[in-house]
């Protein structure tokens, strides 16, 4: 598999997507309910990873599809993609200026390239494995390194919080954000977790953590930071595996073992 060939093409329907998100936004939203009545699915969501998963069986016609609205396509092979054709649902149907696309490509539970865009920025996130990340941003490219900071009373960390917080009988992350709260420069939730961590790739973000991920939310994500030198490991601080559902621990490596600590305080 030439992975820059594959890369272009995968930046190509990443970029026609995010074009479609950007002229939608712009639109009426018909929202439906999904697993829940804070859970939204737009007009956008489905049309758009219709799009990415006809480009991607036209390009890779054997390759394994997982997307978010429309489950899997194809045989398993050697090849699985992960789509999230809009992350931050929320945020386009209420008009809150953060969304992106999200699509990666993985070989034996691997990541091997990741793309996200960001179609309001013209922001273009890519990376291959072994070969770095990037950051196209009209006709610059520049690469992405995590950032340097070392102690938490400096760093800007990211979070967000499971669909079931309305239902489920203990809702996740209360008393984390409390903690970190206590110890960190700022916290933000910005609705996103795709561009969560192409934020910590980028050094815009030192840390983000999040209970209840799904694999499309975060696949290109964990290649992007991976390859700017980061660190990504499930919550408890195991090795990082692709899987339906996730937690994960996100940092630039040097922070790693202090949000670790705050993470398993309170899971003891
Ligand atoms: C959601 C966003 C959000 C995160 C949720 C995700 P969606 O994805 O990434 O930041 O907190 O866990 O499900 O539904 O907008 O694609
Ligand atoms: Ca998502
Ligand atoms: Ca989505």
Not at 108 to 133: H, K, M, N, S
Not at 141 to 150: D, E, I, K
Request: aromatic share 8%; charged share 20%.
């Amino acid at each position: 598999m030439d992975l820059q060939h594959a890369l272009m093409i995968t930046v190509q329907i990443a970029r026609e997507a995010g074009e479609l998100l950007r002229q939608g936004y712009e639109e009426e939203k018909r929202i439906e309910r999904k697993s829940s009545a804070v859970d939204w699915v737009t007009q956008y969501d489905t049309a758009v990873e219709a799009l990415i998963i006809k480009r991607l069986q036209t390009a890779f016609p054997d390759h394994h599809i997982i997307a978010e609205e429309s489950g899997h396509n194809g045989n398993p092979g050697a090849y699985t993609w992960y789509i999230d054709p809009l992350d931050g649902t929320n945020n386009f149907a209420h008009g809150f200026p953060v969304f992106c696309v999200s699509l990666a490509l993985y070989a034996a539970g691997q990541p091997l390239l990741g793309v996200i865009y960001d179609p309001l920025r013209d922001e273009c996130f890519t990376a291959v494995r072994g070969g770095g990340a990037f950051l196209q941003r009209g006709e610059r490219q520049t690469r992405l390194q995590v950032s340097q900071t070392t102690a938490l009373v400096d760093a800007l960390l990211a979070t967000g919080f499971p669909y079931d917080r309305h239902t489920a009988e203990v809702v996740e992350n209360l008393a984390e954000v409390g903690a970190f709260l206590q110890r960190v420069q700022g916290i933000r939730r910005a609705g996103a977790a795709a561009l969560d961590l192409a934020y910590v790739a980028a050094g815009r973000l030192d840390g983000y953590w999040e209970y209840k991920l799904h694999s499309w939310d975060v696949a290109a994500g964990v290649l992007l930071v991976q390859e700017a030198g980061g660190q990504v490991t499930l919550l408890d601080g195991t090795p990082f595996a692709i899987a339906p559902q996730l937690s994960l621990t996100v940092s630039n490596g040097r922070l790693h073992p202090l949000m670790r600590d705050v993470l398993q305080t309170l899971a003891n």
